[in-house]
């Protein structure tokens, strides 16, 4: 039973993994961007203006007037009520989970910080858009939209074909290779399950696991 619901899950990322790679080359996301500062527009708005800048530090995108869009498939995950939020991002082949926390405005804005295995990457960065910089509003809907737009972002990529390696082995292994391999175990009169001999067997079980032995296979034709 733990098998098979291993199977299912391993299965259900391989294909959630392939479709995602897929369109993260033919899909586009739209995004509610700023191109200067308005303090009269819906918080979800600052929220993908930060998005956008983080996208942008990671892939060259132009951050437009509303309607724009970016490259890829792009889902919010959750949003908490302290602002911090985080998104999954696949593009050109590769998935990325952001995470963005809130910050007040950086006096000094330092540079990223990268980690790359393999493939992989482990980024933590400022995001700071650079058109607000010397806005420092008075009003608590002002303060609110810096709180929204500056923000701290930790990024983990990874390449969406190690996902379909790694997740696809097993049930690979299991719906190809084990077929294979009980075909080969009843060509020589072994149990499909564990590989005894059952030549000269008269009991209906295999005495080595137990599992249920068929009459031909027992008799040895």
Known sequence: ?????????????TIAAVVAFVLSYTVQSKLETLTQPQFDLPFDTYDDLALAMTISARVPQTVGPPGSKVDGLLIRLWKKESGSRAYLHAHNGTLEMMHLVPMSMPQNTPPPRTRGWFGFEFVKLCVVPP?????RP?????????????????????????????????????????????????????????????????????????????SAVRTGC
Do not use: D
């Open 1 to 13: 039973m733990i098998r098979r619901v291993f199977l299912v899950i391993l299965s259900t990322l």
């Open 131 to 135: 058109f607000l910089q010397p806005v």
């Open 138 to 214: 008075s009003t608590p809907a002002g303060e609110q939209f810096l709180a929204e737009c500056f923000c701290n972002a930790t990024i983990v990529a990874l390449p969406l074909w190690s996902i379909v390696l790694i997740g696809g082995a097993y049930p690979f292994a299991v719906l190809i290779i084990a077929p294979i391999r009980r075909h080969r175990r009843r060509k020589r009169n072994e149990c499909v399950q564990c590989g005894y001999s059952l030549t000269g067997l008269t009991e209906p079980r295999c005495p080595e696991c137990g599992s249920q032995v068929g």
